[in-house]
């Protein structure tokens, strides 16, 4: 009966036998990636030195893409991130900022991390794949969810495409992060502004605006740069398209149309944050938008007009063109606007955040138009379904049945 054949990437026993040259030759046999055994061998002054050079150029055979040859049950689950991470880079199938948003949830960003952080490297970095049992990481997913369910969330995402990645290259059969415990989430009903609490809003910025104090934020002390205008008319280009913050920021003069009937706004880029060389996280400009669907041209009402119109006269020169920027023209971070916003609504406005004016524009256009006709002004690919479920502030419209519903009461 023939010998079982080797695995792919393996060899066989090594044999040593001196030469009459006085030096030791090691041979043995090798099954590449294309499934044939080949002879190989190497040459050395002592047999042992023969023999390690054989297994170095055996190791050097190996395909250099195919790292499941490299991948045990014995690899450590941070060995694993690293080449799960390195195959989302090489297949460019996610964005930079989205391998940004997974590698911030599996390392630490600095020595100085705060107590009670949880990361995955720091957390089950040091566990084997075999040791990487669904029970282990239900436990962790658990842990974590008691308090923080959004990160927890972030995890089993991160978790299930490492694990899948071994499972990808034989290492195991099975996923185990696949049958892990539901992580709980927190349903809410969309909540909007009603159009008497966004005029009550904006009268609030406006005396923001002026360096006057309200509701839970101080007045401006009078020294340093004065309170800008600029978060004012971003909240109302928000209030006035729908548009996400990052959208809204990366706006240029050469997508709007003021002069059109009716005047247009293109959205067709976003503002993201990537890691840099430097390791530092700074935005840019995205030539694209979330989705394809966001890729849109809105309508612009008559306020938001006004606002861009002034905003011309005040702009400041940039090589993006961009229409909102910081007073030296670079981009305007949406985490440094989102700052200012919490200073400018103040306490009394407190639930009301850049997303709200989504939800309020959603629900204005679905009460008139349709849900259809709201997820299309919003820039969602699934039509009406994402938008009636997380956006617009208004039940079900069911029909009239008391015809029906009367009788029994006859």
Same mark, same amino acid.
């Given at each position: 009966?023939?010998?079982?054949?080797?695995?792919?990437? *393996?060899? $066989?026993?090594?044999?040593?036998?001196?030469?009459?040259?006085?030096?030791?030759?090691?041979? *043995?046999? +090798?099954?590449?990636?294309?499934?044939?055994?080949?002879?190989?061998?190497?040459?050395?002054?002592?047999?042992?030195?023969?023999?390690?050079?054989?297994?170095?150029?055996?190791?050097?055979?190996?395909?250099?893409?195919?790292?499941?040859?490299?991948?045990?049950?014995?690899?450590?689950?941070?060995?694993l991130a690293d080449w799960w991470l390195a195959e989302l880079e090489f297949e460019e199938r996610v964005s930079p900022q989205t391998i940004?948003?997974?590698?911030?949830?599996?390392?630490?960003?600095?020595?100085?991390?705060?107590?009670?952080?949880?990361? &995955?490297?720091?957390?089950? $970095? $040091?566990?084997?794949?075999?040791?990487?049992?669904?029970?282990?990481?239900?436990?962790?997913?658990?842990?974590?969810?008691?308090?923080?369910?959004?990160?927890?969330?972030?995890?089993?995402?991160?978790?299930?495409?490492?694990?899948?990645?071994?499972?990808?290259?034989?290492? &195991?059969?099975?996923?185990?992060?696949?049958?892990?415990?539901? &992580?709980p989430r927190r349903i809410q009903r969309p909540r909007a502004a009603d159009l008497t609490t966004l005029r009550e809003l904006r009268a609030?910025?406006?005396?923001?605006?002026?360096?006057?104090?309200?509701?839970?934020?101080?007045?401006?002390? =009078?020294? =340093?740069?004065?309170?800008?205008?600029?978060?004012?008319?971003?909240?109302?280009?928000?209030?006035?398209?729908?548009?996400?913050?990052?959208?809204?920021?990366?706006?240029?003069?050469?997508?709007?149309?003021?002069?059109?009937?009716?005047?247009?706004?293109?959205?067709?880029?976003?503002?993201?944050?990537?890691?840099?060389?430097? $390791?530092?996280?700074?935005?840019?400009?995205?030539?694209?938008?979330?989705?394809?669907?966001?890729?849109?041209?809105?309508?612009?009402?008559?306020?938001?007009?006004?606002?861009?119109?002034?905003?011309?006269?005040?702009?400041?020169?940039?090589?993006?063109?961009?229409?909102? *920027?910081?007073?030296?023209?670079?981009?305007?971070?949406?985490?440094?606007?989102?700052?200012?916003?919490?200073?400018?609504?103040?306490?009394? +406005?407190?639930?009301?955040?850049?997303?709200?004016?989504?939800?309020?524009?959603?629900?204005?256009?679905?009460?008139?138009?349709?849900?259809?006709?709201?997820?299309?002004?919003?820039?969602?690919?699934?039509?009406?379904?994402?938008?009636?479920?997380?956006? &617009?502030?208004?039940?079900?419209?069911?029909?009239?049945?008391?015809?029906?519903?009367?009788?029994?009461?006859?």
């Amino acid at each position: 009966m023939p010998n079982p054949p080797l695995a792919i990437g *393996t060899y $066989g026993s090594i044999s040593a036998k001196r030469q009459p040259s006085g030096r030791w030759r090691a041979s *043995t046999r +090798f099954r590449d990636d294309d499934g044939v055994t080949r002879p190989v061998q190497a040459f050395g002054p002592t047999k042992p030195r023969a023999i390690a050079a054989l297994k170095d150029r055996v190791k050097d055979r190996r395909h250099a893409g195919s790292r499941a040859l490299d991948l045990t049950l014995e690899t450590k689950l941070s060995e694993l991130a690293d080449w799960w991470l390195a195959e989302l880079e090489f297949e460019e199938r996610v964005s930079p900022q989205t391998i940004d948003h997974y590698r911030r949830h599996l390392y630490p960003a600095s020595k100085r991390i705060r107590d009670g952080t949880v990361k &995955i490297n720091t957390a089950l $970095g $040091g566990l084997r794949i075999r040791e990487a049992t669904t029970t282990r990481l239900d436990a962790h997913l658990k842990a974590i969810a008691r308090t923080a369910p959004a990160k927890a969330r972030a995890h089993k995402v991160v978790l299930t495409g490492m694990m899948a990645f071994a499972v990808r290259h034989d290492v &195991i059969r099975h996923n185990p992060v696949l049958n892990v415990a539901r &992580i709980p989430r927190r349903i809410q009903r969309p909540r909007a502004a009603d159009l008497t609490t966004l005029r009550e809003l904006r009268a609030q910025l406006e005396t923001w605006v002026a360096g006057a104090a309200i509701p839970g934020t101080a007045a401006h002390p =009078g020294r =340093g740069p004065r309170r800008s205008r600029i978060v004012l008319d971003v909240a109302d280009f928000l209030l006035g398209t729908g548009a996400r913050t990052g959208e809204a920021l990366a706006m240029r003069w050469q997508d709007i149309d003021l002069d059109a009937a009716p005047p247009r706004a293109t959205i067709c880029g976003t503002i993201v944050r990537i890691t840099h060389h430097d $390791g530092v996280l700074r935005p840019i400009r995205q030539e694209w938008t979330k989705t394809h669907a966001g890729y849109r041209s809105v309508v612009l009402p008559q306020f938001v007009v006004e606002a861009l119109r002034r905003r011309a006269t005040e702009a400041v020169p940039n090589p993006l063109d961009l229409v909102f *920027t910081v007073r030296t023209g670079g981009i305007y971070d949406p985490h440094n606007f989102r700052r200012s916003w919490r200073s400018a609504r103040g306490s009394r +406005f407190a639930w009301v955040t850049p997303k709200t004016f989504r939800k309020s524009v959603a629900t204005l256009i679905a009460n008139e138009h349709g849900a259809d006709r709201a997820a299309q002004q919003l820039g969602h690919a699934d039509r009406g379904l994402t938008a009636h479920r997380h956006y &617009i502030d208004s039940p079900s419209q069911v029909g009239d049945f008391t015809s029906v519903l009367d009788d029994p009461a006859r």
